[in-house]
């Protein structure tokens, strides 16, 4: 599995971005997609997931109301939309992919891109 993100970039508070997540590779091994993202000197955080080909999501409390998941099968490709940014959302943001429906623990994600940088001011 390959996955390769993009959309990220410096915003001002309140504002939006989209993140893409182009995947490649056995679709078994990416029937539960995630985005993660990491601060520098903070541990990996789980952002959201979705259950490949269904609407079931899940959302972390931090994100819950500004960010969305969605994916568009055609075109293999996961996206979060994030609107109403804040400062502390700054982070490289990762998208994940495993084979079995999980929550947002990383230990669940086998594959993982090379991450996209987001930051608010």
């Known amino acids: 599995v390959q996955l390769v993100e993009s959309g990220g970039g410096s915003v001002q508070a309140g504002g939006s971005l989209r993140l893409s997540c182009a995947a490649s590779?056995?679709?078994?091994?990416?029937?539960?997609m995630a985005w993660f993202r990491q601060a520098p000197g903070k541990e990996r955080e789980g952002v959201a997931r979705?259950?490949?080909?269904?609407?079931?999501?899940y959302y972390a409390d931090s994100v819950k109301g500004r960010f969305t998941i969605s994916q568009d099968r055609a075109k293999d490709t996961l996206f979060l939309q994030m609107d109403n940014l804040k400062p502390e959302d700054t982070a490289m943001y990762y998208c994940a992919a495993g084979a079995t429906l999980s929550t947002l623990i990383p230990q669940s994600y086998p594959h993982w891109g090379q991450g996209t940088q987001v930051t608010v001011s």
């Open positions: 979705i259950a490949t080909g269904s609407s079931n999501t």
């Open positions: 590779g056995y679709t078994y091994n990416r029937n539960c």
